[in-house]
């Protein structure tokens, strides 16, 4: 079985960055594609990014291409989640998502989840 644990999500005012961060735990093996997802209230959880295992593609939303980069540190075993301009619709649960499939239309499906960490933007 593996785990998720986030970290980093928090309160920022409208403009401000956050960095978030997941490192897998448990049974785990570094050629996982990884990513992240959120859910605000009310709504369905929707794809954010995904980094496939070497690093060398990302994915993004387009919400959040140009203002969030997603990267990874394999001999950390972590991925992260660099967030930046951001603004209240960005206020949301995010989760880590892990191994699963990335297709070659940058559509992710994951295996594995996170509990989620909340990011609250004030305006």
């Known amino acids: 079985q593996v785990q998720l644990v986030e970290s980093g999500g928090g309160l920022v005012q409208a403009g401000g960055s956050l960095r978030l961060s997941c490192a897998p735990s448990?049974?785990?093996?570094?050629?996982?594609?990884m990513g992240w997802f959120r859910q605000a209230p009310g709504k369905e959880r929707e794809f954010v990014g995904a980094?496939?295992?070497?690093?060398?593609?990302?994915y993004y939303a387009d919400s959040v291409k140009g203002r969030f980069t997603i990267s990874r540190d394999n001999a950390k075993n972590t991925v992260y989640l660099q967030m930046n301009s951001l603004n209240a619709e960005d206020t949301a649960v995010y989760y880590c998502?892990?191994?699963?499939?990335?297709?070659?239309?940058?559509?992710?499906?994951?295996?594995?989840w996170g509990q989620g960490t909340q990011v609250t933007v004030s305006s």
């Open positions: 998502a892990a191994g699963g499939a990335i297709s070659s239309t940058g559509n992710y499906y994951p295996a594995y």
């Open positions: 448990g049974r785990t093996k570094r050629s996982y594609a």
């Open positions: 980094i496939t295992w070497s690093g060398d593609t990302t």
